[in-house]
């Protein structure tokens, strides 16, 4: 036979509410004055304590901010907190939320508003399961950005920096406010491997991405594979680009292979160009490695740049 509220009698509803306590879960009861009328010890430890006062709804809210327990105030406006929480407060008969404690707690709040206006509130702790979120959400993170970035240099690696040119193409034509790349080669770099081993290589590799790094706060660095470097320029036209990489290739110093034994200079071969209305990803690659097959056969060493009429066949 279904039962009805009507049925149980202070006792039974005693027991009830005990129960709920015993499981941890904070329960409290606001008349339609939002006076509390009922709060378990759970409630009672986590919103009241030692205050003595009205215990409307609004003053304990007030109490809390000012003993620092109870639930936490973003920006430490109470009275803003209280006004917004008025305002919704009645709007359903039934509703759920989270919230954060400053004890660094977390709630599940159920809130039931009854036929005569009275509120219900029964909330159960949900800690654990947020720290889980948490560690889950920095585990992605994490797992997210391995997927982008080169394990020696730190840089964006291949797919992620031509991802971010796709990107940078799709904007420049929106904007029109320019975008170059210059692709980057390390010079004779298989002679650093075979004369000093490939430590010393990755050594080179990573001195070039620092000091490129350093150099480009406007700019996006990739490594393209092996001793390639991707370099995007947005918000700049070709001679701004090509001064840049100049600027990078008289500012790095010799990497020291042997501290105080052994400074080792390097160079660097780069081709640079300038997106066009219609650009691609192929199509502006392929004018920088035409420019970089350039500035290699003209001796290594040096930049040089493609125009419009470098285009694909």
């Keep these: 036979m279904p039962w009805h509220p009507t049925d149980l009698d202070d006792r039974s509803l005693a027991h009830l509410l005990d129960a709920l306590t015993d499981s941890g879960q904070a329960i409290s009861i606001y008349d339609a004055d939002d006076c509390l009328r009922y709060a378990n010890k759970t409630y009672w430890d986590i919103f009241i304590k030692d205050f003595e006062g009205s ?4 003053d304990i809210l ?12 973003d920006g430490g406006d109470v009275e803003a907190l209280i006004a917004r929480t008025y305002l919704r407060r009645r709007s359903d008969t039934r509703k759920s939320f989270e919230t954060d404690l400053l004890d660094g707690r977390w709630f599940w709040m159920d809130q039931t508003t009854l036929a005569n206006g009275w509120v219900l509130t029964v909330g159960a702790d949900i800690t654990a399961l947020k720290h889980n979120e948490k560690t889950l959400r920095h585990a992605h993170e994490e797992a997210l950005l391995a997927s982008r970035t080169d394990p020696l240099t730190g840089l964006a690696n291949r797919r992620h920096i031509l991802e971010l040119l796709d990107e940078s193409l799709a904007a420049n034509k929106l904007s029109g406010a320019g975008l170059c790349l210059a692709v980057i080669d390390l010079d004779y770099f298989k002679s650093v491997n075979d004369t000093y081993g490939h430590d010393a290589g990755d050594v080179v590799l990573q001195h070039f991405a620092d000091g490129c790094a350093d150099r480009l706060p406007q700019g996006r660095l990739g490594r393209m594979g092996g001793e390639e470097f991707l370099i995007l320029l947005p918000d700049a036209r070709l001679n701004d680009a090509v001064r840049i990489v100049e600027d990078i290739r008289g500012s790095l110093p010799p990497v020291k292979l042997i501290e105080g034994a052994l400074d080792l200079p390097y160079t660097f071969s780069a081709g640079v160009t300038e997106a066009l209305p219609h650009d691609d990803r192929t199509t502006i690659l392929y004018r920088a490695d035409r420019a970089l097959y350039d500035a290699k056969a003209a001796g290594r060493n040096c930049s040089r740049f493609s125009f419009e009429r470098d285009l694909l066949p």
């Design 55 to 58: 215990y409307s709804f609004s």
């Design 62 to 73: 007030r109490y809390g901010a000012r003993q620092g327990i109870g639930v936490k105030v």
